[in-house]
């Protein structure tokens, strides 16, 4: 018989693309997710992986179990809902977002939640959007805090409902007393000699940088990659490259560096993501309300575009 913990180890390969992601994103040693691999393997009879040297590729018929798991997690996820109810266990809700949402939006929706739930126990996971959504389908979250940039959308999926929380600009973050920061409106191509500091391939907006660029008429020099836009900023300062950035991202800005809006520039929405058919469902109605509130409280560093609720 399959191992259903297995089952949900090959999901996360195949999700993340790489051994090594799925492990940071499981919580396991690399050698660990390999030994499970192996050993759903032997319980399938048929190989389900093939392995490069430094990434991993399903084959036709591991993408075909992974289809049948998350069928599988998602019947165990309503089982695990009904038996919590039945127990007479306190409402739970669940939800998923990135570092920058969680540190500028999610602080502020909870205590406004709390003031009309508070007998509902919300726990908080930090995840990346394309996981985060993947889990909202298979109901390991209930909601998840999620966001797509221009040149990098988020996958158009029949089972997931998406409300528009916030759309703001893109910025180009200088070094301070950079030539190009006395520009009201910065052009991407004057910045086409520059080297680029992008997220990690870890991040779903990996590409961002590098087709924001090439829309704009140039190939980027790329020599670094962050996810931390602390760190990002402290490259910046240094004098390292210049680097995309949402107003999110920019709550604590580097005194090193000079942040300019983009003339014609991309943008970012952020959206709150559960599955079709159960807005009204648990106490998903009272929490997009107080991330709606909490988004038009917040003193954006600069003018931003709010979604209509």
């Given at each position: 018989?399959?191992?259903?913990r297995r089952?949900?180890?090959?999901?996360?390969?195949?999700?993340?693309?790489s051994?090594?992601r799925?492990?940071?994103?499981?919580r396991?040693?690399?050698?660990?997710v390999?030994?499970?691999l192996?050993k759903?393997?032997a319980?399938?009879?048929?190989?389900?992986?093939?392995?490069?040297?430094?990434s991993v590729?399903?084959?036709?018929?591991?993408?075909?179990?992974?289809?049948h798991?998350?069928?599988?997690?998602?019947?165990?996820?309503?089982?695990?809902?009904?038996?919590?109810?039945?127990d007479?266990?306190?409402?739970?809700?669940r939800?998923?977002?990135?570092?920058?949402?969680?540190v500028?939006?999610?602080?502020?929706?909870?205590?406004?939640?709390?003031?009309?739930?508070?007998?509902?126990?919300?726990t908080?996971?930090?995840?990346d959007?394309?996981a985060?959504?993947?889990?909202?389908?298979?109901?390991?979250?209930d909601?998840?805090?999620?966001?797509?940039?221009d040149?990098?959308?988020l996958?158009?999926?029949?089972r997931?409902?998406?409300?528009?929380?916030?759309?703001?600009p893109?910025?180009?973050?200088?070094?301070?007393?950079?030539?190009v920061s006395?520009?009201r409106a910065?052009?991407?191509?004057?910045?086409a000699?520059?080297?680029?500091?992008?997220?990690?391939?870890?991040?779903?907006?990996?590409?961002?940088?590098?087709?924001a660029?090439?829309?704009?008429?140039?190939?980027?020099?790329?020599r670094?990659?962050?996810?931390?836009?602390?760190?990002?900023?402290?490259?910046?300062a240094?004098?390292a490259g210049?680097?995309?950035a949402?107003d999110?991202?920019?709550?604590?800005?580097?005194?090193?560096?000079?942040?300019r809006?983009?003339?014609?520039?991309?943008?970012?929405?952020?959206?709150?993501?559960?599955?079709?058919?159960?807005?009204?469902?648990r106490?998903?109605?009272?929490?997009?309300?107080?991330?709606?509130?909490?988004?038009?409280?917040?003193e954006?560093?600069?003018?931003?575009?709010?979604g209509?609720?």
């Open positions: 018989m399959l191992d259903v089952l949900r180890v090959l999901r996360e390969v195949a999700l993340r693309g051994i090594a799925a492990a940071e994103s499981l396991f040693t690399p050698s660990a390999s030994q499970q192996a759903l393997e319980e399938a009879g048929v190989p389900l992986v093939e392995r490069g040297p430094r590729s399903l084959t036709p018929a591991g993408w075909r179990l992974v289809e798991a998350e069928a599988i997690l998602e019947r165990l996820a309503e089982a695990e809902a009904e038996l919590r109810e039945l007479g266990a306190p409402p739970a809700l939800i998923g977002a990135n570092t920058t949402a969680a500028s939006i999610v602080p502020d929706a909870l205590l406004r939640f709390s003031a009309v739930r508070p007998e509902v126990e919300v908080v996971t930090e995840s959007p394309l985060s959504l993947d889990r909202v389908r298979v109901r390991e979250l909601l998840a805090i999620v966001f797509e940039y040149h990098v959308p996958p158009s999926d029949p997931i409902e998406l409300e528009l929380l916030l759309e703001e893109l910025r180009i973050v200088l070094p301070a007393g950079h030539p006395r520009q910065v052009r991407l191509l004057d910045l000699d520059e080297t680029w500091i992008r997220s990690t391939s870890r991040s779903s907006c990996n590409p961002f940088t590098e087709r660029c090439r829309a704009a008429g140039f190939e980027p020099r790329i670094f990659e962050f996810d931390d836009y602390a760190a990002m900023q402290s490259l910046v240094s004098g210049v680097a995309f949402p999110l991202g920019l709550s604590s800005p580097n005194p090193g560096v000079a942040v809006p983009i003339a014609f520039g991309p943008r970012r929405r952020v959206h709150a993501a559960f599955r079709a058919g159960e807005r009204d469902g106490a998903l109605p009272e929490m997009l309300a107080a991330l709606r509130e909490a988004v038009l409280a917040r954006p560093l600069f003018p931003a575009r709010v209509a609720s």
